[in-house]
């Protein structure tokens, strides 16, 4: 069974990097997408974007300019980094794996996996 | 405020089927494909529908999705105790180009 752990810092201060990690536990990365989310007090949920085991992309319009999505294939992690944030930026953080109703055809993502979430703050 | 639309609430009662619904646009559920997950507070969420109306292997057949045009459900029958949690539909949105979200329903098992 696969399984998606979020972990990192609670709390991150205003301008500063939000930087957070998934690892997979009963699967590989490889050969799969991965996927951040997020999801704002009060708020709905929010995609982030994706990552291909072979390090393509594809983000949030809206998020573009200061996010990364990366993945560390010997450590079985994808992270997450968020420049600059701003108290807007407070959110419970999901990881979750992407997968495609139609192979390669963006439009048809859906997650079949995801990590229970993990609370950032940002506050001074 | 959610590109696509639930109502926050429904209920029923056990063994019942209860239906929600999901609207969007031309650019989203009008033209991709709609996916339901179940969300437990303090667990992870579940895919239960994806390409409209597919269970994943281990959904039990109580859940059923469907489509027409900008539009979806997601049909829950023989409710029981155990549903009472978020259900959200996604789907692609071609004009944003992101994946969007519906706000969320609250199902009540009463």
């Known amino acids: 069974q696969v399984q998606l752990q979020e972990s990192g810092p609670g709390l991150v201060k205003p301008s500063e990097t939000l930087s957070l990690t998934c690892t997979v536990s009963?699967?590989?990365?490889?050969?799969?997408?991965w996927s951040w989310i997020r999801q704002s007090p009060g708020k709905g949920l929010e995609w982030i974007g994706y990552?291909?085991?072979?390090?393509?992309?594809n983000y949030s319009p809206s998020l573009e300019s200061r996010v990364t999505i990366s993945l560390d294939k010997s450590k079985n992690q994808s992270s997450l980094k968020l420049f600059s944030v701003t108290a807007a930026d407070t959110a419970v953080y999901y990881c979750?794996?992407?997968?495609?109703?139609?192979?390669?055809?963006?439009?048809?993502?859906?997650?079949?996996?995801w990590g229970q979430g993990t609370l950032v703050t940002v506050s001074s | 405020q959610s590109v696509l639309t639930q109502p926050p609430s429904a209920s029923g009662t056990p063994g019942q089927r209860v239906t929600i619904p999901c609207s969007g646009g031309?650019?989203?559920?009008?033209?991709?494909?709609v996916n339901w997950y179940q969300h437990l507070p303090g667990t992870a969420t579940k895919l239960l529908i994806y390409t409209n109306n597919q269970r994943p292997s281990g959904v039990p057949d109580r859940f059923s999705g469907s489509k027409s045009g900008t539009s979806a459900s997601l049909a829950i029958s023989g409710l029981q105790s155990e549903d009472e949690a978020a259900y959200y539909c996604a789907a692609w949105d071609s004009s944003l180009n992101v994946v969007v979200f519906g706000g969320g329903t609250k199902l009540t098992v009463l």
């Open positions: 990552i291909y085991y072979t390090g393509n992309t």
């Open positions: 009963g699967g590989s990365i490889s050969t799969y997408y």
């Open positions: 031309d650019s989203n559920i009008g033209s991709n494909t």
């Open positions: 979750a794996r992407a997968r495609f109703g139609v192979p390669s055809l963006r439009t048809s993502v859906y997650f079949d996996y």
